[in-house]
């Protein structure tokens, strides 16, 4: 029992499509740079301790 | 009452193999919840008899809402626990969830001026709850430009814990404020503080989009906290090992 | 060192540095200047808006005249004698931002009466101002020398300052100027100045307690 | 005589950026001893007054006075040592005289004048601190030494800026301290010239 | 040392301390939330008074960073070397302003559009405003860099900076706030935008001499 | 060989504060000396050279270079000379490499790399500046002498806060500079140990 008749109707959303996807859009945006921060900023960490890491046992 | 795990919640290496444990099928699950109550908001849900279809925002907005407080009232206790107990995990904890909760009032802020565009012929109006959020959010930028500012690590985790916990005071505080200064002149405004009588069908998936984005922060922020853990006990053994042998 | 001494020194000093008390006044006046001078300097306009233009000015001249309280003890190492004096840092806090506060005080509620007058405030709401400034100032200051001292260690702690502190001002500036409001609507306003002076009370408390937290782990 | 027979040092160990140092610093110093901590540049001189103090944590090490190891460590050293480092820890908006008072309530202002005579600075005893030289700065900064009676004395690089005559007068002062039995810990890259002292290399 | 290694510097010193573009943006921001706190929070006080507020934030928020622009340089000797150097300290100035109004006007440009929206400015003076912003920034940041240079040998800039140089700011403000409300009442604004260019070139003229002049007498 | 054959300095007298300074100093240094102007504290040795570089107005008083009196003395030393006084000089928000290539647009980078080897500041050639100790910060500041090509060196008490093996190493740096045929102001407290100067009392 969906809520649209068609996929017209549901990208439309009644009169207000823009603004509802235009939330959604933002909101994945956001989410998804934090996720993307989040794995960097793993990476990030990784590479320097190796680097340190190796650095020691070499020296 | 059992103060183990409290003890072993200060250990980072406890800690951080409990996460890598969780952290992973938490986010997941968090993602999958989220998924299906936006779906099912999006899709399924009973259109609004009052606002049509603009209603469905709330599906994200809502929980971003409640979860930009949530985040910061437990910022809040890790700053006490800190300045109390001087425990090592919790400035590990209000760095790596002062971004997260920062977004999150991001999003609770521009879902929200987007919806009030539609519904109430503006994007933004001084309002108590909206001021709050503001507010929270500037609080939450405060933290992260004092942590990237004070380059000593020491200093930076006092000063976030202090901030934090002093913010801890000033949220209700600020709350009853700006409630008492918004009635002042501007009394009921829009209803949003009344509680929509909502159908079931519309308040399910708005609940299971919430306990999505309450797994997901959890999973961001155990994630974040892992990677800070390691760079703060690079000095250790276990670090070291784990970091040469299995690449984490 | 003795608290007494400590006392002295600064009051002596906050003396020799007069100029910089003048200076907050001043600049106090100027952020007032601004807003007629910049947005509209009609009556209509400013005798509403005067009394959290005031506040306003107040809290931005709090804090920028409280951000260089700690400084240049910092840099000359005074700080660090603080700390080895064996005297308790919290009350050497207290003691100092006591100093800073009747300092500017005084002369900030000799200037209120002029610049009400000449923002167009009605002269009812004038008592109500100056009981608002005098309840909430020590807030203020016991919260700003928190951020003072989370910045001590930066070169320009200016902005990070007001960043940090103006958030918890805000509760002090909307409930005092919603009772300069409040009377001139003739409504009560008694129970926001008790609020205003139980966040006063509340810094009192907590406030040179994170200061002194903050100064021990700045001084390296 | 001073209160303090022997203050020791072990197993220091200070985290500092990405370094460790001190590795292990040990040393004991007994009542009328000097202990010269010499290294070079970077050693980690400034490091270990600091660590000492408190105002470093320690990775590890006690410090123990009169043979009992110090369980807080920083807060019962700090009444019977007097710290002069790097800083001068002088009131800028304050005049030389003034400084000194604030800093010892308990003397008479002849004192005070006679200490700066002493140190050649009595015509600067109503100068304010940004007039003065390089030298003339440090010079109020070790007029505490004058004035103070605590027994522990740490001293970082003491004789910076401080010309001949100084140099001379302050080692006869230090000489003086130990010789009513305090304890001198002193970090420097000069030799120590007329006094006797327990050389510790980092 | 030459010009363009000088350049090279400041842009990645400013880089570095990139939190501090960040900060003196989040000073813009609170600046601007203080007004419907403090004051008024409706509509109808905002609209009219957003580009007077706007102003007011930026021509503050410029002061309060730029304060801290030569100090460090000051206290470390960097300025004596500077003046020693022998290229022309004009320039060097020139060039160290330009880098900090690159650094914080497009930032600002981006954040504009939103707080208007906030205090409720209507759309078609946006362009006005941002025109303002663009036109009178150069002038703010050039006259700024004068007082800068001046306080740059006392312990306590920023109060005294912004006495120096907030009357000097009057004219942008007032000119920029009266152009924004002529478009909303419909009226001609192109010769105010003039004059604020050249209130602009005139301190680009001035500026780099006054602020090498200043330096020069601030290095002893 | 550099081009400056002789640096005169004639009557000097600056007024400092209350009182006047250098009364009426004068001396003159040639090609390949060093003069090594020593007082105590206070002289105003630093005032000297700040009145010289024109930093200080001279109430009188004449430079030469070369036997002709400058007209714009400031200006003129400028270009042929290199001071380095109590401040580093250094932009703190860079690391050490990046404070020299400001300084030395035209160096190539490996040879910064080798001038702090000669340091031993290698190690610290990203690092920032607010991590160096005081004498690691002076080397810094002291590694634009083996950069710079300028005759005239003024140094303002250069052996500040460095280790014995750091001072030898700058003697040594001096000695080139002098058989080079530059000319050497330096104002100490310490004694030059090897190398042949004249001295001016203040
Ligand atoms: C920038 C603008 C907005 C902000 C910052 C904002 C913020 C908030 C906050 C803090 C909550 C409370 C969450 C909780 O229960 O703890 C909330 C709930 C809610 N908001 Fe918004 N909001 C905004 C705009 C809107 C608009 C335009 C609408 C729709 C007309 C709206 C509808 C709701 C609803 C229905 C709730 C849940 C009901 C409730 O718990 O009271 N919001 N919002
Ligand atoms: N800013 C100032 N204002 C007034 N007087 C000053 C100022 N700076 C220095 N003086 C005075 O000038 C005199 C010379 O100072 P100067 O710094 O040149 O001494 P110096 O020979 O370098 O001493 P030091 O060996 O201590 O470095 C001193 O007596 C000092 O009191
Ligand atoms: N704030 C800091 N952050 C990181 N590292 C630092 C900091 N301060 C000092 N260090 C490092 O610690 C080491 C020791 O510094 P310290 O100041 O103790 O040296 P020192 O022995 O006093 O040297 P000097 O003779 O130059 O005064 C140095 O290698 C320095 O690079
Ligand atoms: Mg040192
Ligand atoms: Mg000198």
Redesign the pocket.
């Known amino acids: 029992m969906m809520a649209f008749d068609s996929l017209a109707d549901f990208i439309q959303m009644g009169t207000h499509g823009a603004f509802v996807w235009s939330t959604y859009g933002l909101v994945l945006l956001i989410l998804a740079g934090l996720i993307a921060n989040t794995i960097q900023g793993r990476r990030k960490t990784l590479r320097q301790l190796k680097k340190r890491y190796s650095r020691e046992t070499h020296s | 009452m059992n103060w183990v795990w409290f003890h072993k919640l200060g250990s980072p290496k406890w800690f951080f193999q409990w996460a890598s444990k969780w952290s992973t099928p938490v986010f997941y699950l968090g993602l999958l919840c989220l998924l299906v109550g936006v779906i099912w908001g999006l899709v399924f849900a009973p259109t609004d008899y009052q606002?049509g279809e603009t209603y469905r925002i709330?599906y994200v907005?809502?929980p971003a809402?409640?979860l930009?407080?949530s985040c910061y009232l437990s910022l809040g206790v890790a700053g006490l626990v800190y300045l109390v107990w001087q425990m090592k995990m919790a400035p590990i904890f209000i760095k790596s969830m002062a971004p997260v909760g920062a977004a999150m009032a991001a999003i609770?802020?521009i879902s929200?001026?987007i919806?009030?565009k539609p519904?109430?012929g503006t994007w933004?109006v001084w309002d108590a709850?909206?001021t709050?959020?503001?507010v929270l959010f500037i609080l939450y930028m405060g933290i992260i430009a004092l942590q990237n500012t004070l380059e000593d690590v020491a200093l930076a985790n006092q000063a976030a814990a202090i901030v934090s916990v002093l913010g801890l005071i000033n949220l209700p505080i600020i709350k009853y404020s700006v409630n008492w200064w918004n009635t002042l002149h501007q009394p009921a405004s829009?209803g949003?503080?009344k509680?929509?009588a909502m159908p079931m069908e519309m308040w399910l998936p708005l609940l299971i989009s919430l306990v999505g984005f309450y797994f997901l922060v959890a999973g961001l922020a155990m994630w974040r906290m892992q990677s800070e853990i390691l760079l703060r006990e690079r000095r250790s053994q276990w670090v070291k090992e784990k970091v040469m042998n299995d690449g984490v | 060192m003795t608290y007494l001494s400590y006392f002295k020194a600064e009051c002596l000093a906050l003396f020799r540095t007069k100029q910089r008390v003048v200076n907050a006044l001043l600049f106090f006046v100027m952020v007032v200047v601004l807003f007629p001078l910049g947005i509209d300097p009609s009556a209509d306009f400013l005798s509403p808006a005067a009394g959290g233009i005031i506040w306003c000015a107040v809290a931005l001249s709090v804090i920028v005249s409280l951000e260089s309280m700690f400084k240049e003890n910092y840099v000359d190492g005074v700080l660090t004698q603080l700390i080895l004096s064996g005297l308790s840092l919290p009350w050497l806090m207290l003691i100092k931002v006591g100093v800073y506060w009747g300092a500017m005080v005084l002369p900030l509620l000799i200037l209120t009466p002029i610049f009400s007058e000449m923002l167009f405030l009605p002269s009812d709401s004038l008592w109500v101002l100056i009981s608002t400034l005098l309840l909430g100032s020590p807030g203020l200051f016991l919260i700003g020398s928190i951020g003072a001292a989370l910045t001590v260690s930066l070169k320009q702690g200016a902005m990070l300052m007001v960043l940090l502190i103006l958030p918890f001002y805000f509760p002090i500036i909307i409930f005092s100027s919603a009772a300069i409001k409040a009377v001139q609507l003739g409504m009560p306003y008694g129970g926001l100045l008790a609020l205003i002076a139980a966040i006063s009370l509340l810094a009192l408390v907590v406030s040179p307690v994170m200061t002194s937290l903050c100064i021990k782990a700045s001084v390296r | 005589m001073y209160s303090v027979a022997s203050l020791t040092i072990s197993d220091f160990l200070v985290e500092r950026g990405e370094s460790d140092l001190l590795n292990g610093l040990s040393f004991s110093a007994r009542s009328g001893e000097i202990v010269h901590i010499s290294g070079a540049n970077g050693a980690g001189k400034s490091t270990f007054f600091k660590a000492l103090l408190g105002l470093l944590p320690l990775l590890n090490g006690t410090i123990s006075l009169n043979g009992e190891v110090l369980v807080r460590p920083a807060q019962s050293l700090l009444s019977k040592s007097l710290y002069i480092g790097h800083g001068v820890g002088l009131n800028a908006a304050l005049t030389v005289m003034e400084n000194l008072s604030w800093y010892f309530p308990e003397c008479h202002i002849s004192r005070f004048q006679l200490v700066l005579k002493e140190l050649s600075m009595s015509a600067f005893a109503e100068a304010q601190l940004q007039q003065l030289s390089a030298g003339q700065l440090r010079r109020v900064a070790l007029a505490r030494l004058w004035l103070s009676d605590k027994p522990i004395w740490l001293l970082d690089e003491p004789f910076t800026a401080l010309d001949q005559t100084l140099i001379s007068q302050l080692e006869a002062k230090m000489a003086d301290h130990i010789s009513a039995g305090g304890i001198i810990i002193l970090a420097s890259h000069l030799p120590l010239k007329s006094l006797p002292f327990q050389r510790v290399e980092l």
């Open positions: 606002q709330i907005h809502v809402a409640v930009a407080e609770a802020l929200g001026a919806w009030g519904t109430w933004w709850r909206l709050s959020v503001l829009f949003l503080t509680k929509p």
